[in-house]
């Protein structure tokens, strides 16, 4: 039981808890104490340190603004003025609030707001959907198009069109990107032949792919009505993020050890299995290395690629929302920056699972 | 002594399974050409199980690697049962120095890569049987569906010569096959090793370091000269009966000669 149980949690990523369990489980007190100690009091410790920082950073920029609020009022319009925009700020007066960093208590209410405003929309949704099917199958008998729900997307549909796109994008890199890594790796005269190619693309700025997919797919769609810019998005996101993959299953392809080569020679395997049986499942490590770096990097651009080609998202959340420059604009800002965080942080932590999974070198940790 | 060229003479074609007549190798070095090897003579005749000994560094796992094909002979011919050899294929089995097993794949799986390509037509039934049986003999009755990452260096070697033998090669070629095992397990390993051979009596070259592996394993310790430019520099038949045990090879009084003459080559 417990042994399993701790197995579930390494294989999870949680196996900071391992001591918490063993502890649970009556075992050896003093050394799980101090282990509980090292793996659990400590990160709580610098993260309660993390947002004291946090808390009186913004804390001295919110009066460092509101002082100058104050003193501008004053040389420009006199004291009495100034006294009133002095107590417009203390009384907590949207109308007045520096704008700033904001603090972790209002983040923390951000992140409340946003979800109160899901719960509202979805509800919105449900009813109209609700209200609409029976006109709607009318419709549908008419041969017309159904009445389709046009209202603005909630914060967690952003997320949810956001880690669509990372999909999308990686996939198209995924299918793009190994089969090319594949046949280049397999021959030194392809590799020598595309590699200037790869070494000139490879740095080339999301931005730049951006435009490009964007000059490409404007003039294929010209004569179509639908939504571009999701295609444009994800075909960028797989552009930019699927280097890492082509370039490490070249690699890995490519230098297999030269024993199983060996092997594969002295057994003379024909084209096929030497590819399959020796060369891939040899290369399988470094491959899924490269794809783990292409999840990680497309959800790193997708946020400025939504942000730039205006496709929905949480890049076009933060971009609306700075723009916005609403009272309570700064501290969405930082929910969405946790958000994307955190979300790149378990893409990382499944792709790290699966890797293990097949990982035959079940020593390494890469 | 006789050397190899006139036993030759007195011996027909068709007792010589492997034959390497003026064998020459040269590496290209930033320096120029490395002669390895030049005017190398040496036949193996069939059912023989010979070593190979010599200095470190000497030439013998190129020459190794010529005979499995895997390494571009610059002059002169190898050739098995009268034909010249074109490129490794499974008429040579090899054992590398390490195991060199596909560690994604089990066992059974790694022996089966070699035999599913030799025998395709039978059915799989028969191609399991026949991996089963080596995969017994090397005494890895037990291992079958384990992973070979997970096997010791010993029980992965012992899958190596399972494979090797499964293919049923007509030449064995060994280098330096229990060089990274403790010296029990390659006690083990040396009987496993003979055991199989007794059995199948696949014509066997091995290279080794060990004087006492090389009397007690072969028909003939062949001794080669140190590099650049090596060759055959001395064969030194080992008479004792087979099969051998190595209690009664110990208590042999020829042994302590035949260690003598062997130490005595290797330390001029
Ligand atoms: N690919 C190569 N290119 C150039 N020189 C090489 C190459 N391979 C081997 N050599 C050189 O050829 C010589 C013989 O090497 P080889 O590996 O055959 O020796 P060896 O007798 O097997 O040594 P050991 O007993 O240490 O295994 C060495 O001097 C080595 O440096
Ligand atoms: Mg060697």
Redesign the interface.
Known sequence: MKDSLLRAFRFLGLGFLEPVVRLAAGEDSKKNVIQIFKKVLAPIASMILFLGIWYTGSKSLYNKEANYAIEKTRSERGDAESEKTRDCIASGDVSCQPNTLPSPKQVWNSFQLLLEDHRQISANKEAFIVKTSALNKKRLEQGKDPIVYTGRPSFVDQIKTSIKTVFAGFLLAFLFATPIGIIIGLSETLRNSFNWLIQILKPVSPVVWLLLVFMIVKTLTKDSTGDTSYIISFISVGLCSMWATLVNTAVGVSSVDK??I??A?????GTF?KIF??IL??A?PLIFTGLRITLSVAWMVLIAIELLAQSPGLGSFVWEEFQNGANDSNSKIIVAMFIIGFIGFLLDQIMLTIQKLIS???GSDV | METSQNIQETLSSNEIMLNLTDLKKVYPTPNGDYVVLEDLNLYVKKEEFITIIGHSGCGKTTMLSMI???NEITDGKISILGSSIK????D???I?Q?P?L????TAMENVM??VN?VFPHGNKKEREDICKYYLNKVGLSGAFHK?A?ELSQGMQQRVGIARAFA?KPKVLLLDEPFGMLDSLTRGELQDVLIEIWNKEKITAVMITHDVDEAIFMSDRVVMMTSGPSAKIGDILPIEFERPRSRKKVLAHNDYYEYRKHLINFLEH
């Open positions: 024993d199983y060996n092997v020679k002295v057994l003379k395997l299995q049986k020796v499942p040899a399988l035959f070198d079940k | 499995a094909g895997l490129g490794p294929g499974p040579r089995g090899v590398f390490s060199s596909m560690p994604w794949m890569l070699g390509k992973k990452s293919i």
